[in-house]
């Protein structure tokens, strides 16, 4: 079976998608595909960001890990997205990257992609469906295939039964929200590596 080529795309304001992405990228190079973690680029100004010492020491935490491009999405077969929810819907920085990626959506080159996404908020009732879907909704206009985890394993009930992808409250990923994570990078790896190796097999015949 053909390795997939995912790219985990993140935005973290103070840690817990950053610890989300991680372990999502964990779980897709143990179950075999080939991976590009990537932050996604901050848009807010650096006079802002200093007013709160941890939005500070996460954006210096996390400078080494490559900003993604419109190059990562091009070249994954599928993608996980992953960032907190903002009034009830992905923060402004996930729009605006996602607006960036016109070129490559006019030609035809982010459709019959797999993806999925998981999210967090200050509390449980705080918009992290709505944001889920919000997500989802771009995702189709892509053309691509939405692989949610559902209830297909007892890891998701156990992290709290959000079947549109893992959500958390921020600051309480915990070893059930790891283990759910984990679950749904691994469909998504399945999935991918599925329809790869079909469209290989297709070309070579």
């Known amino acids: 079976m053909t390795a997939p080529k995912i790219t985990i795309a993140y935005y973290s304001t103070y840690g817990t998608n950053h610890a989300v ?3 999502a990228a ?3 190079r ?3 595909a080939e991976i590009r973690l990537r932050r996604i680029p901050e848009t807010a100004p650096q006079s802002v960001i200093d007013t709160q010492d941890a939005w500070k020491a996460q954006v210096e935490k996390t400078a080494h890990i490559p900003e993604a491009t419109a190059d990562d999405m091009a070249w994954a077969d599928g993608y996980f997205f992953i960032a907190p929810t903002r009034f009830g819907n992905m923060p402004s920085q996930v729009r605006a990257f996602i607006d960036t990626l016109g070129g490559l959506w006019f030609q035809g080159k982010l459709a019959n992609k797999t993806v999925t996404a998981a999210t967090s908020a200050n509390n ?3 918009g992290q469906e709505s944001t889920l879907l919000g997500l989802y909704t771009t995702f189709m206009h892509w053309g691509a295939y939405i692989i949610t985890p559902g ?3 007892e890891a998701v009930a156990k992290a ?5 992808g893992f959500s958390t409250t921020a600051g309480a990923f ?3 929200g790891r283990a759910a994570v984990a679950h749904q990078a691994r469909r998504l790896v399945e999935v991918t590596a599925k329809l790869v190796t079909s469209d290989a097999t297709r070309e070579a015949a």
Not at 160 to 164: A, H, T
């Open 21 to 23: 992405a991680e372990a």
């Open 26 to 28: 964990e779980a897709a």
């Open 30 to 32: 143990a179950a075999g």
């Open 124 to 126: 449980a009732h705080a």
């Open 151 to 153: 209830f297909t394993d």
């Open 160 to 164: 709290g039964g959000n079947p549109y």
């Open 174 to 176: 915990d070893d059930a």
